[in-house]
């Protein structure tokens, strides 16, 4: 059984949770959320992992994020990408971003429609659109974006411990960042 993760709005600095605070996950809440100025960075502070569905950008200055796109904001078929982000990057802090509305929820639902399509659009072959499917979409399809976020931040957390890894939420409707609590 899932637990459903507490959702944390920032509408002000005291409602950073005081585990972000003073961290650069606690500057892109500040930055994205409150419109706080930006600093100047000598190089990224953070990775920002998202979805590439997700519409809206967030609100950060150039020089201040890396970022990686995966379905669900999920990074487990890009180790090396997180590990170069640190490495060589030089970030020290990572935020996965899940959103609202993700259209990896009810993936598996979907089959059919992602069959035919790639079929009428793509000129695949039905066997092969099926195969396609059925292979990579249960590795990219999710039940919650908040509580895959969660527990892909826990994963993470586990690989880096000296790394600080944020679970957040992008509400679209509130174009806000929400502090995912497990």
């Avoid at 890894?165 to 497990?182: F, S």
Wanted: charged share 20%; hydrophobic share 45%.
């Amino acid at each position: 059984m899932t637990m459903t993760p507490t959702l944390k709005p920032v509408r002000n600095e005291t409602d950073i949770l005081p585990a972000w605070r003073g961290t650069p996950v606690g500057e892109l809440l500040t930055l994205h959320n409150l419109g706080a100025g930006a600093g100047r960075y000598a190089h990224p502070q953070i990775l920002i992992a998202t979805c590439p569905e997700q519409q809206t950008g967030l609100r950060i200055p150039a020089g201040f994020a890396l970022g990686v796109n995966g379905a669900a904001a999920n990074l487990k078929r890009d180790p090396f990408k997180v590990s170069w982000a640190i490495g060589i990057g030089q970030v020290s802090a990572i935020a996965i971003v899940g959103h609202t509305g993700c259209g990896m929820v009810g993936l598996r639902e979907r089959r059919e429609e992602f069959v035919a399509r790639m079929v009428a659009a793509a000129g695949w072959a039905r066997p092969a659109a099926e195969q396609h499917f059925d292979h990579w979409g249960d590795l990219s399809a999710i039940e919650d974006p908040a509580v895959f976020a969660a527990s892909e931040a826990a994963r993470l957390r586990a690989r880096y411990p000296k790394i600080p890894v944020a679970a957040l939420l992008y509400d679209a409707a509130e174009q806000m960042l929400l502090q995912i609590e497990a």
